[in-house]
């Protein structure tokens, strides 16, 4: 059975709410002929039975090893990582041994079949774009318990790479999973999904003939600034008019200042000198 899992809870950045996990459910219905379970994974699971979704209560991070939250890391997704564990599967959302489970983020345009996308199951699979060097946790496929090391494991027992992934990668569990795996998906030991799949992400010119669309950021595609967001709300059979939603706030560890990140940031506010920067400390942050 694939099941696709979404997540909605207050943590860094409260924006998300059961009105984008019902969208996210509409635009799966509406695109995915193959049959599929959705589970939100959430702090509102009342409130989310209530808008129609399967929920499930969210399951406690009780790693002494996460990140304090900062400008560059303010994300907490590392509830994601559960997945990878079968037990913790087995218990929550009551899945049967090699069942398929796709997390998907909430910020997502769907506008038409995307059967391929999920038609075959795999151990891993990630999306991973062929501009940048890392890994995408905006869309996973994972066999609960059949890949090692377990990341859920590896957030509670291993201070070192966490550390380490802390250090190299953006992200809270995006970071881990690249520290973990992605030169594996480089070798080709793991599938990932990218450009060649129909999949865009921010700048729809990146691949103009999308199917599936990501917008990650402070800006989200429900904000009717942006480009997408009238395909957006086509998708999920919404009027503009009267659903349309105002700008999300920034999370309040960020400062307000900064409206970009990365290399966009550092050309916004230093120039070419603070691109160069960036650049400069991408490439030393990989180094061994």
Not at 103 to 114: F, L, P, Q
Not at 237 to 243: K, V
Request: contains cysteine; proline residues 7%; hydrophobic residues 40%.
């Amino acid at each position: 059975m694939r099941t696709f899992v979404t997540t909605c809870w207050s943590g860094a950045r409260p924006i998300y709410q059961p009105w984008h996990i019902v969208n996210v459910d509409r635009m799966l219905r509406k695109h995915v002929t193959l049959p599929f379970r959705h589970v939100c994974v959430t702090d509102v699971p009342e409130a989310m039975e209530a808008a129609g979704i399967e929920a499930v209560p969210l399951w406690p991070v009780e790693s002494a090893y996460l990140p304090p939250q900062t400008n560059r890391h303010y994300l907490n997704n590392w509830v994601r990582l559960g997945l990878f564990d079968a037990d913790l599967m087995h218990q929550t959302l009551k899945i049967a041994q090699h069942d398929y489970l796709v997390s998907i983020d909430a910020d997502i345009v769907i506008r038409r079949n995307v059967d391929h996308l999920f038609r075959e199951t795999h151990a891993f699979k990630i999306l991973s774009f062929k501009n940048r060097c890392h890994l995408q946790g905006g869309l996973i496929g994972i066999t609960p318990g059949a890949i090692s090391p377990n990341p859920w494991r590896v957030l509670h027992d291993d201070p070192v790479t966490m550390d380490r992934a802390r250090s190299r990668w953006g992200g809270s569990d995006q970071a881990l999973l690249s520290e973990l795996f992605y030169e594996r998906t480089v070798t080709g030991e793991f599938p990932v999904w990218n450009e060649d799949d129909g999949i865009a992400i921010n700048a729809q010119f990146d691949h103009v003939d999308w199917s599936l669309f990501f917008r990650t950021g402070h800006k989200k595609c429900w904000d009717m600034r942006m480009p997408e967001a009238h395909e957006y709300y086509a998708q999920c059979d919404r009027d503009p008019m009267t659903d349309g939603r105002a700008p999300d706030p920034l999370p309040p560890v960020v400062d307000p200042r900064l409206r970009y990140h990365g290399a966009r940031g550092a050309l916004a506010y230093g120039g070419i000198a603070g691109l160069r920067a960036f650049r400069k400390l991408q490439i030393d942050k990989r180094k061994p």
